[in-house]
């Protein structure tokens, strides 16, 4: 069973195949599309998603593609997309930022940059420009030629923090997330497996009883075989725990 928050609703999932990524779970499973696919391969930042993390009892945000990403890693997470953002019917400040300095044309690499924009603002509240480029680094635009989205960017650079509601819900999300504990051990379905051990020896008694597992953090090199070369990993160890 894998446990996480899309947002704030608890999701428990005990048929997904540890081959699915979290883009083509958002896309076709939970038929959220804000979160597109360019490249599908960690080049474009078009499927820029953000996950919340408990570290020493505060939030941690990282942006992330979720094209690479195995729904599995999402356990105890939270995940941020880009429909979370807006607030009843208000925008969210990056997303304003964004339409003020005109920061989209056609659109399409819109939600990834608003998403790892969004996860600046989380995580350096004060950003420069080096922070900022740093920030975007990995977000593709062929459209507008960068500037406004620096500028719509640099714009939300400020002392405190942002207030939104990540923020306002900040405590009772830290409760949620711890309350949803450790990760199975082993995780079932589709015909494959996917490890998730939580200390070295674990580790080391997995890879003695399954030599052909592959091994999986990032995700960078691995997923390309799933999304690139469309083989099955029959066995996976994750190893972000
Ligand atoms: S779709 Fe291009 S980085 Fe994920
Ligand atoms: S606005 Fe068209 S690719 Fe960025």
Known sequence: MIRFLMNQTLREEDSISPNLTVL????EHVRKTGTKEG????DCGACTVVLGE?????????SVNAC????SALHGKQ?????????GSSLHPVQKAMVEFHGSQ????????IMSMFALTKNKPLADKEDVFEALAGNLCRCTGYRPIVEASLSLSQNQPIRDQFADYEKQTVARLEAIGAPDVE???????????????????ILIEHPDARMVAGGTDLALEVTQFHREIPKLVYLGR
């Open 68 to 71: 690479l990403t195995f729904v």
């Open 187 to 205: 995780h079932s379905a589709d015909g494959k497996s996917v490890f998730t051990p939580t200390n070295s020896d674990d580790l080391a008694s």
């Open 79 to 87: 995940l941020i997309t880009v429909e979370d953002l807006k607030d």
């Open 24 to 27: 083509n779970y958002l896309r």
């Open 39 to 42: 490249c599908g391969s960690g």
């Open 106 to 113: 056609c659109g399409y690499c819109t939600p990834g940059f």
């Open 54 to 62: 408990v570290m020493n009892g505060r939030l941690q945000y990282r």
